[in-house]
């Protein structure tokens, strides 16, 4: 709510109870304060509201309450439209009324009630001083005295005389009183029938104290009569007391009481001017407070029946926005606002079921995020332990998704290999056979597409099987690209060689070895039998020996072939590693060369000890063959750790040549012109078979073999693995 | 009962605490502040300042005086314009009191009547104390009659205690044209406090 909004109520407090000290009635107009003070209340009740409110404004912390603003400014604007015109009227009709009190109370006016009333004091004041008069001449009349003084004798007479002077004078009664207020004489114009007595008023004492003729008036009857009173004295004694009593005319005396009455009222207006212009100011307070009230009271009532729908519904919107949508506004009324209120109702009611909707879709959306999420995992679970290298790319060609096994299988550096990259960017150079792959599988009509691939990474030959296919865009995800699957197959190549060698040399050796043994028998028969009949021995003996030399030879080359093609299978068990040391010590203790180092004797290793001891003695026969000078010497000592023990044989000869170390493990490779290339190779597979390996740790100075085994079985390995970690 | 019922009764309710409460503070400020200004504004009404009241405490009834007239100018002039006058007369006596409000010893209400005749040119007096109606030609005389209190018996003296402090307040409510009496009065007239006096018993 706006600043201005607050303090208005309390501005308005303010500024009535300065219209309250302003309109403060003073006592000077006490019959005329009743409205004065009834407006000072209204005022002080008006004020104390507007205060109230203003200070609930003023403190309230919270939001007003919907449409409470609207309502307060339809109040506000019809209070305000309402005072407008009511102001201007007070003021107008203030200024008609001093300008109305301006003629009303005219000098004139003034001077002419003066007059009027000047006259009527003047008629009263003739009938009362002609009385004086003739009372003061009959005070003096001597008969008049004499038949007073001659009481009761003269009784007669002086009812005579008064009788006389009540007809002269036209007055209505004459009355003799003595000092004791005993009636003396009396003579009535009426008569005497209905005449009583009457005592004597305080004027009458004080004429008769004073000695002084006085008069007053006296009302009876709707009439005005005028009393006088004189003293009769005798030798300077009052002796009695004369009343006269007259009527004074009707007519005239009703005027005269009018132009005193009009003349009291005017002069009593005239002294409350300034009140009675308070009092009409009073009034119109009074009159335009009641209507303000009113006029207020009927603009709250209306602007809550107006307000209330609009409250309502700022109630119903803010619950929407709190979430509860399960609103509906009652009692439309039938206007613009019940529309509103039926549009609102409707528009609640379609955003419920609509809400409703979208919570079922985003439920079954969630339960489908959480499939696919389970999904996810288990691909990229699957991913992570396929042996297979996995590779996604978008129709771009961008790499969309590979797994761990692809960046091993092809040593790929994390760092470039990101989701994002251009495939082909990456694959050029020695995956360049990739990238044909690739090429292919994209251009072709396909959608599959598999080749065998035989790469060489880190200068070491890889065979691999490159399968991949084309993803369309016709699937419910929208995604289309290529996915590629590389799988090494480079040790199943290299068994199927083998196999197919195996297969070979059985062959070749079934074939060859059966003819040797007759050629070989011949040729020693023809040597002992024809030998005496020929004549040169020698060259006899030359040819023949060299028969059986080669037969010898082919029947060692086919033994080899033989045993490459059927090895047997180790028989394993745990031996005592110094025994091996042990035999190659005594074997070839006639070479000073031949240096074996010592050993822990309890140290042991689980293998088929003759295929073994095979290994040893041909890497010592190879390095006996390297070395044929004793200065160069061979050394042959044991390390162990992480399960395994390792053999390391070691000679000082010429080493091995860059272009033979990659070849010296192949079957049928020998640099030996009588060497059938089988050794190594053979030597090769009995440690792998013995889950160890045959490695060339240094080519030359010194040539360093070693050979690995295991120092347990696997299965006593697992299971002490799994002891340790209990 | 509903909810909404209470509601709305509860908040009549409150109103008409808080109405009731404007209401009383109304009465007391407006009381509180008519006695003040009465003090104050007297002077402006009915005299120039406040009159001094003379006590009489040697007789066995205990007498006031005011000797100047009070409010004659004003008075004076209604009079001669022929407004009926009427000056009603509260004399209040009061025990002082150092630490609470003064205790109210007695309390003497009496009024006067001047009702002018401009034809005759004459005033008539009537005293509602004694019941005397008596008529004047003298228009002092019955300035006098009206705004002056002389020898005035207030209280018996038996009332009071000797060695105690007492004021003596007079106010006056002055009254134009016909007395009538009205109910609202005991709100909207509050009396002008004229004279203040204060006295002690040997």
């Known amino acids: ?726 | 009962m509903s909810l909404k019922q209470k509601k709305i009764s509860g908040k009549v309710c409150e109103w008409l605490c808080k109405a009731s409460l404007f209401g009383m503070f109304f009465l007391f400020a407006s009381y509180s502040y008519s006695e003040e200004l009465a003090g104050v504004y007297a002077d402006y009404s009915y005299s120039e300042e406040l009159a001094d009241v003379s006590v009489d405490i040697s007789q066995p009834v205990i007498y006031c005086s005011i000797s100047s007239d009070i409010g004659a100018n004003h008075l004076t002039r209604a009079l001669k314009e022929g407004s009926v006058m009427a000056y009603r007369w509260e004399i209040i006596i009061e025990e002082v009191r150092s630490y609470w409000l003064n205790k109210n010893v007695g309390n003497v209400q009496f009024s006067r009547q001047v009702v002018p005749d401009l034809v005759s040119k004459q005033w008539l007096l009537k005293d509602s104390n004694s019941g005397i109606t008596s008529a004047t030609l003298s228009t002092r005389k019955a300035v006098s009659f009206l705004a002056r209190l002389k020898h005035f018996p207030v209280i018996d003296r038996s009332l009071l205690e000797s060695g105690v402090n007492y004021t003596i307040r007079v106010k006056l409510y002055v009254e134009e044209g016909e007395v009538k009496a009205h109910w609202w009065d005991l709100v909207t007239k509050f009396g002008d406090t004229v004279a203040v006096g204060s006295f002690t018993l040997p």
């Open chain 1, 1 to 726: 709510m706006s600043l201005w909004l607050k303090i208005l109520p309390l501005l308005l407090s303010m500024a009535l109870w300065m219209v309250i000290v302003w309109l403060w009635p003073s006592n000077t107009t006490a019959d005329l304060q009743v409205v004065a003070w009834v407006n000072i209340s209204l005022l002080f009740v008006l004020s104390m509201l507007l205060f109230l409110y203003g200070m609930r404004l003023w403190l309230r912390k919270e939001e007003p309450r919907p449409g409470s603003r609207l309502r307060a400014k339809l109040v506000i604007g019809a209070v305000g439209m309402l005072l407008i015109p009511a102001g201007t009227l007070q003021i107008a009709a203030n200024q008609m009324v001093e300008k109305g009190m301006n003629v009303w109370f005219d000098v004139r006016v003034d001077t002419l009630l003066d007059r009027a009333l000047s006259l009527a004091q003047g008629f009263y004041g003739r009938i009362d001083q002609d009385m004086r008069h003739n009372l003061a001449q009959y005070m003096d009349d001597d008969a008049l005295l004499s038949d007073i003084s001659n009481l009761p004798g003269s009784y007669r007479s002086l009812n005579a005389r008064m009788t006389d002077v009540l007809r002269r004078e036209g007055w209505q009664s004459i009355q003799l009183y003595d000092r004791n207020e005993r009636l003396v004489a009396a003579v009535q114009a009426e008569g005497l029938s209905d005449f009583k007595p009457e005592a004597f008023t305080e004027q009458a004492l004080v004429t008769l104290t004073m000695g002084r003729i006085s008069s007053e008036l006296f009302n009876q009857q709707n009439e005005e009569m005028l009393i006088a009173y004189a003293p009769i004295r005798i030798q300077q004694h009052i002796v009695a007391l004369l009343k006269v009593k007259t009527t004074l005319p009707t007519d005239l005396i009703q005027h005269a009481r009018a132009v005193e009455s009009d003349y009291r009222t005017y002069k009593e207006l005239e002294r409350h001017r300034q009140s009675i212009s308070d009092i009409f100011t009073h009034a119109m307070l009074f009159i335009t407070l009641m209507i303000v009230m009113v006029v207020g009271f009927v603009a709250v009532i209306f602007s809550r029946r107006l307000t209330s729908p609009v409250g309502q519904l700022a109630q119903a919107l803010k619950k929407i926005t709190d979430g509860n949508l399960d609103v509906s506004i009652p009692n439309a009324s039938d206007d613009e606002l019940g529309d509103l209120v039926h549009s609102f109702n409707r528009m609640a009611l379609h955003m419920k079921q609509n809400v409703e909707a979208i919570e079922k879709a985003q439920l079954d959306l969630s339960d489908a995020l959480t499939s696919s999420r389970q999904r996810q995992y288990v691909l990229e679970t699957l991913l992570a332990n396929l042996q297979s290298g996995v590779l996604l790319l978008n129709e771009h060609g961008e790499i969309q998704l590979m797994n761990q096994s692809l960046r091993e299988l092809l040593i790929l550096q994390p760092s470039d290999w990101t989701s994002g990259r251009n495939f082909a960017d990456l694959s050029r150079g020695k995956l360049h056979l990739v990238h044909d792959f690739y090429n292919e599988l994209s251009h072709q009509k396909n959608e599959t597409l598999q080749r065998e691939l035989e790469i060489t990474i880190q200068g070491e030959k890889r065979h691999l099987l490159a399968r991949g296919a084309r993803l369309s865009t016709s699937g419910l995800s929208g995604f289309s690209g290529y996915l590629l699957l590389l799988d090494d197959v480079s040790q199943l190549a290299e068994a199927q060689r083998h196999r197919a060698w195996s297969e070979v040399a059985q062959r070749l050796a079934h074939e060859i070895k059966n003819p040797l043994t007759p050629i070989k028998l011949a040729a020693e028969r023809l040597q002992r039998r024809f030998r005496s009949q020929v004549d040169s021995h020698d060259v006899f003996d030359s040819c023949t020996h060299a028969i059986i030399a080669q037969v010898e030879r082919l029947q060692r080359l086919i033994a080899d072939f033989s045993t490459l093609a059927r090895l047997p299978k180790p028989h394993c068990k745990q031996v005592q590693c110094a025994t091996f040391v042990q035999e190659l010590r005594d074997l070839y203790s006639a070479y000073p060369r031949v240096r074996v180092a010592d050993m822990p004797a309890e140290l042991s290793c689980h293998c088929d000890a003759d295929q073994i001891r095979q290994i040893l003695i041909n890497l010592m026969e190879n390095a006996l063959a390297a070395t044929d000078d004793d200065q160069k010497h061979i050394r042959l000592y044991l390390s162990h750790g992480d399960g395994m023990v390792r053999f390391h044989i070691e000679d000082d000869g010429g080493g091995v040549p860059e272009s033979v170390r990659e070849h010296m493990f192949e079957a049928y490779y020998s640099t030996k012109s009588t060497g059938s290339g089988l050794g190594l190779s053979i030597a090769k597979r009995i440690a792998d078979e013995h889950d160890g390996d045959l490695s060339l740790i240094s080519s030359g100075s010194p040539t360093h073999f070693c050979l690995t085994l295991p120092m347990q079985a696997p299965q006593e390995k697992s299971t002490e693995k799994v002891q340790g970690e209990t």
